[in-house]
């Protein structure tokens, strides 16, 4: 048999199961100086003599940019605490992958982001949790966090590397979104990303202290409608909004198995960054099989790819090629099912239960923060 048909055959096969993702994101470490209450990485976080070593980290690059990956985010924990990571982007930048770097600035000196900067690095995006040092530092539990990350914005423009700020909103902080968009711009940030916290790993833990309230969020939706039409052609913004005021459910991943990828510390391959919450599935390690095998093949990938999963009431809905049924993790979570309609959804038997809960969680005067062990 001819080898090339063989190859061309098995290729059109996967395309017609699953397109190639378009993005991965690799968690290089969970080790992290923060100690953010909203922190969705799991509750058991890899240490660091299981993390993928350097040479591995650089064939998992290989291998997703021939599997058609186009952006690679290069993510934590806090991605500067490894020691190889002009490295390891310089290798990514080699393979065509646009890098992009998403940290808390806590640990990136001058010197490093000039030698991200000639390793190739594309993009930085730049937590902030707040607008002022002591606001900021009180959410991320890091004293001095905020002044390091206004110093790293201002070392990322001079190495003309383009910057995003990246705003994770809650009760704590929602009020000041106006003041986050001000600070972007002065800051020469060329998008912001003002994402709304969702409640899974150590974040689920603090829903009460964090649980915008519905007014809260309908302010930031005006505030941000009023931004972008002033800063048009300034600054992006991007909204992720409070799902649990919404209607429908987000389009989460994009469509689990359809767009991208999450690498975690250790190798393991998820659909989504909050997978293993779902004990039904086991998933693969790089270790164990390759990135293109794991991606067309498996059981975790193959579980809640296309139509055939849902249940009836997504399955005959004129939206399931919006949001694909919304949140298998947000399912599992609030329904105990990752099989059932995302529970935010207005058609879920469970939306009236969620709302009830969400409105008396909001109306809590909880500040108690608990924050990330690190
Ligand atoms: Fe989306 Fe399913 Fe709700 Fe339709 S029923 S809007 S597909 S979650
Ligand atoms: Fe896992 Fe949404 S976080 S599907």
Known sequence: MNDSVTIADDAARNILRAPPPMAMLAELTHRCPLACPYCSNPIELTRANEELSTEEWIGVFKQAAALGVLHLHLS??????????????????????????????????????????????????????????EGADWISGYEGGYERKIAVAGWVDKARIPLTLNAVCHRQNLDQVDDMITLAIRLKARRIEVATVQFHGWAERNKAALMPTREQVERATTTVDEAREKYQGILVIDYVPADYYSTYPKACMGGWGRVGLNVTPSG???????????????????REGSLSEIWYESDAFNAYRGEDWMPELCRSCERKKVDFGGCRCQAMALAGDPGATDPVCVKSPLRGRLTRETDQLSATSSVTLTYRGR
Do not use: M, W
């Not at 490295?87 to 000039?114: D, M």
């Not at 393991?268 to 790089?286: D, G, M, Q, W, Y």
């Open 76 to 133: 934590g924990g806090e991605p500067a605490a490894r020691r190889d990571l002009a490295e390891l982007t310089k290798a990514a930048a080699s393979f065509g992958l646009y890098t992009n770097l998403i940290t808390s600035g806590v640990g990136l000196t001058e010197a490093r982001i000039n030698n991200l900067a000639d390793a190739g690095l594309d993009h930085v995006q730049l937590s902030i949790q707040g607008v002022s040092a």
């Open 268 to 286: 393991r391959v998820l659909p989504c960054h909050a997978a293993e919450t779902i004990p039904s599935l086991s998933f693969k390690n790089v």
